[in-house]
């Protein structure tokens, strides 16, 4: 049986329930999902994914997606969470992330000119 534990709010499946110290080392880490063979991108560069959306982008890739297919799905749903989600919290969230991604992916753009 796969327990289902709240993770920020919103449900996260599990195979089995995690180490609570695990747990914590990752919060106090942040949410990181690593670059392939060290290599930057505009994300690292910009400091990393938003919070949030690394979050639902790990979630999506334990689920079995490559790691740049889970961000894409991650980045989609949390534009439909801003947009949609009747849970002022999770609308918020999700706000803030799609806000925050917007700003690093425009200040990565203006770097490349």
Do not use: F
């Amino acid at each position: 049986m796969t327990p289902i534990l709240y993770e920020g709010g919103r449900p996260m499946m599990q195979r089995e329930v995690p180490d609570p110290i695990i747990l914590l080392e990752v919060k106090l880490a942040g949410c990181t999902l690593g670059t392939p063979g060290g290599k930057k991108n505009w994300v690292d560069e910009t400091g990393g994914l938003p919070q949030y959306i690394c979050e639902v982008a790990k979630d999506i890739r334990d689920s079995g997606h490559p790691t740049s297919r889970a961000i894409a799905i991650a980045v989609g749903r949390i534009k439909v969470w801003a947009a949609t989600s009747k849970d002022p919290k999770v609308k918020a969230k999700a706000v803030a992330a799609l806000a925050e991604w917007e700003s690093k992916k425009a200040r990565a753009h203006a770097d490349n000119k």
